[in-house]
């Protein structure tokens, strides 16, 4: 026997009792079971009319208004013809979370589609970065910051100037960079100017077979150069009508190291003496600073004017104020000769050095607070020192053993190109006015231009100095 249905029976006995109790007809309606309420409440949902407005208490923007080509999307329609927001929300979030690679969930055996997209079914083997929220791939909808490439610096120079009689003494400092684009270079007793916007090679003078050129400094503004001599003498020429101005003495022998301050002017002589020179007065020097026991090497002024640093064949590094006689602070941690100085133009009072042979060492000063910051060890002859003034680096340029250049990121001081082609050790440095180029000398009797730091930030044009010309040509 067939076993009664009791929802049936129910609506049965109450419209039996309905009728025996002559109700109204509105009152003798059967009673529907709450499992037909349910089914018909589900129906209702997937077959509402369109006019119809059902509000709930979530705030549900329509997608229909919504800019999806602002995230490389296009809305996909269900097969009715309506919007899926939830199927276009789903696609970007898998697409953000796991990479536009990850199949979709129809895709995957075994995978139901009503279960979470947080669960997997087999376990995927991706790269850590894929753990990152957005990866590293381009996903729609998001914006990636690009990845800063490391700077490539060419590994050659762009251009070579044989430079007959240059010579090979590291004391000496022959090359100088002008603010007006000139370089001068001292071979032998003459002294050259090079421009380097026209490539017009100029002879300035002659210091006749009885004397020669040890050092060359320009002003810091105008055409005014200086030229210390074998004789102890520094001599002032204007070098836009080739005529010498000033003759000045007080030391008694070579010259070979020049440094221009605001209005002074700084001699290092191998009498181990400074003079301090202002060209306005009629003295040949104000006054005489004393300190190194050896010949003095390096001269460089600080980018305010106020601090001189002086470094000598004693393995000392001095720093004079200006109007002291006496050096103010003294470093002594270098193990050979002190010719390589600079001042950052980033940082008020940093101060780096680099030692001779037997030290190889680039050393970091704050002369604000007298302390030593850092020291690198370089396994080759520092000879010269030049900070980028565009950015935080620094080049330099080295003798025995390897006679390389450098350049290097500071404060890491980790390198960012090395470059070779000296068979010499590479003594003369100078820096383009841009700050792009710099142009090393060396005793294999050639200048090489190389193109090492970035155009600061505002300029948006190559140098004018750099791969306009090319070749080998002569400065004599």
């Not at 953000?96 to 279960?115: Q, V």
């Not at 120079?157 to 007959?164: C, H, N």
């Not at 200006?322 to 940093?350: C, D, F, M, N, R």
């Not at 780096?352 to 850092?374: E, K, M, Q, V, Y």
């Amino acid at each position: 026997m067939e076993e009664e249905d009791p929802s049936a029976s129910n609506v049965i006995t109450n419209s039996n009792s309905s009728s025996h109790r002559n109700l109204s007809p509105a009152m003798n309606t059967p009673v529907v079971s709450l499992e037909s309420r349910i089914n018909r409440l589900i129906n209702a949902n997937q077959s509402q009319s369109p006019s119809r407005s059902i509000y709930s208490d979530r705030f549900i923007p329509s997608r229909s208004g919504s800019n999806f080509a602002l995230f490389d999307l296009s809305p996909s329609p269900s097969k009715d013809g309506k919007e899926d927001g939830a199927g276009s929300y789903a696609t970007l979030l898998r697409a953000a979370m796991f990479g536009p690679e990850t199949p979709e969930k129809r895709d995957i055996t075994g995978f139901s589609s009503s279960r979470n997209i947080f669960r997997f079914k087999t376990e995927t083997h991706r790269s850590l970065n894929s753990f990152s929220p957005f990866g590293v791939d381009d996903s729609p909808g998001v914006c990636h910051s690009p990845v800063k490439a490391p700077r490539k610096v060419q590994r050659s120079p762009y251009k070579v100037l044989d430079a007959p009689a240059l010579q090979d003494d590291f004391y000496l400092n022959l090359v100088d960079w002008s603010a007006q684009n000139v370089l001068a270079v001292g071979l032998g007793n003459c002294v050259y100017l090079w421009n380097a916007c026209s490539s017009k090679v100029t002879k300035l003078c002659d210091l006749g077979a009885e004397d020669s050129v040890c050092s060359v400094g320009w002003a810091l503004r105008g055409t005014h150069l200086a030229v210390g001599t074998s004789t102890g003498k520094v001599q002032i020429w204007d070098a836009s009508r080739c005529k010498r101005t000033r003759t000045m003495e007080g030391h008694r022998l070579r010259v070979g190291a020049l440094a221009w301050g605001s209005s002074v002017l700084s001699s290092g002589s191998r009498d181990k003496s400074i003079l301090q020179r202002d060209i306005r007065c009629q003295e040949d020097h104000v006054s005489k600073l004393t300190g190194h026991k050896s010949e003095v090497c390096g001269l460089k002024w600080s980018y305010d004017n106020r601090e001189l640093a002086s470094g000598g064949n004693d393995n000392r590094l001095f720093v004079w104020n200006q109007h002291s006689t006496q050096p103010v602070l003294k470093y002594s941690e270098h193990t050979a000769a002190v010719k390589a100085i600079a001042w950052s133009p980033h940082v008020h009072g940093l101060l780096a050095s680099g030692g001779g042979t037997a030290d190889r060492c680039i050393r970091f000063w704050n002369t604000t607070t007298n302390t030593h910051l850092s020291s690198i060890d370089t396994c080759s002859q520092v000879c010269n020192l030049a900070w980028s003034k565009n950015v935080n680096e620094l080049v330099s340029t080295h003798g025995y053993s390897q006679n390389q250049i450098i350049v290097w990121k500071y404060p890491t001081m980790s390198k960012i190109a090395t470059l070779t082609g000296h068979t010499y050790r590479v003594l003369y440095l100078a820096v383009s006015p841009d700050g792009q180029t710099i142009v090393t000398g060396a005793g294999d009797e050639t200048l090489r231009f190389w193109n090492v730091f970035p155009s600061p930030k505002s300029q948006n044009t190559d140098s004018e100095i750099g791969s306009s010309f090319f070749g080998r040509t002569t400065i004599r």
